[in-house]
């Protein structure tokens, strides 16, 4: 019965198919003799893009943190080598799950691109980038999550400051070297050369694509409510067991002014992302202690395609077999779930 529905036990795997993002990250560097007259270097440039998408258990970088050999190298010489190592060993860990590496800016002011895929189960980026010449000075972002409100973002843009690695002590561009000992924690430069303009040039993300829906599951199960419509509406069941895994959907509608409700169940596969359920509304029988099942008629209707595009979000495509044809396209918003399980 439904009780046993509701009761069951899913759970979320982060084994689960994830539902993945493309991005194009920009980097746009304003730094130029205009910018930032003093002392201006003759070769202005930043090393290659290097950092990783991970989950919030892990830093590669932060404020008040020591720099890893990895940080050390990558601000001090640009080499990407032992960073890339530490990151393909976080990814062994399963604590990051894509390392990023791409091109530099050969001359500042420039730009450079780079794309890369994202994770709902790993949504934090980090990625920096030399500022060349300099002692340990680099640019970057620790930990930016791409999502909000269960939602990937369409664009986000970073301002770009320079951060002192904590490994060397030279306080301008081509200050010979001068190791730090003991090495320093990761700060802010807010002095010279940088006094004056603390803005380097900015990060720009923009979503490209979102590849695949969420896998059916569990956690999605709950009302939906059509925020255009509120007297539109449906109930979501996902049930997963290991011999059975069915979709339930009542639809909450009308026709003509009148109220119709529909309903559908249809079996799905693990990993399924989309599926199409044949709807039926129902006529007959009587109401209460005079309710006979034999009396009730299942009038087939059309069918539903169910897709979740996002957490507390739910799509769904529908064509009418009856006359007149009712076809279209409905985004539903969860109004409540069940207890205990949540999408993130």
């Not at 301008?172 to 430069?189: F, G, R």
């Not at 009856?322 to 779930?337: D, K, R």
């Amino acid at each position: 019965g439904l009780g046993l529905i509701l009761a069951s036990q899913w759970v979320w795997s982060q084994n689960d198919p994830a539902f993945n993002a493309r991005y194009r990250v920009t980097f746009e560097a304003t730094w130029s003799a205009n910018t930032h007259p003093e002392n201006f270097p003759g070769d202005p440039h930043f090393s290659g893009l290097i950092g990783a998408t991970h989950g919030d258990d892990v830093h590669l970088w932060e404020m008040g943190g020591l720099a890893t050999p990895g940080i050390k190298l990558m601000a001090e010489t640009g080499s990407k080598s032992i960073l890339s190592n530490e990151v393909n060993e976080l990814i062994n860990n399963q604590l990051a799950e894509n390392l990023l590496s791409g091109g530099g800016i050969g001359t500042s002011p420039g730009s450079v691109s780079l794309e890369f895929d994202v994770s709902q189960a790993n949504p934090l980026v980090s990625l920096v980038s030399m500022i060349a010449p300099s002692p340990d000075w680099f640019v970057g972002v620790d930990s930016l999550n791409l999502r909000s409100n269960g939602q990937w973002q369409n664009r986000m843009v970073v301002d770009l400051h320079p951060y002192d690695a904590g490994t060397d002590s030279g306080v301008s561009y081509t200050a010979s070297n001068s190791v730090s000992n003991p090495p320093e924690a990761i700060d802010l430069i807010s002095d010279s050369p940088f006094d004056t303009n603390p803005v380097l040039g900015q990060f720009v993300f923009e979503l490209l694509d979102t590849q695949n829906n969420f896998p059916l599951a569990g956690q999605q199960s709950g009302l939906y409510l059509n925020p255009q419509n509120s007297g539109d509406g449906v109930t979501l069941i996902v049930s997963e067991s290991d011999d059975r895994n069915f979709v339930l959907v009542t639809w909450y509608t009308y026709r003509n002014g009148q109220q119709m409700w529909l309903v559908g169940s249809v079996d799905f596969t693990t990993g399924d992302s989309e599926i199409e359920i044949e709807m039926f509304r129902s006529t007959g029988a009587s109401f209460g202690m005079d309710f006979n099942s034999e009396d009730v008629e299942l009038i087939p209707w059309g069918s539903a395609t169910i897709s979740i595009p996002s957490c507390g979000h739910m799509n769904m495509a529908f064509t009418g077999s009856e006359i007149p044809a009712e076809f279209g396209v409905v985004e539903y918003t969860q109004l409540a779930g069940v207890g205990g399980l949540f999408c993130d």
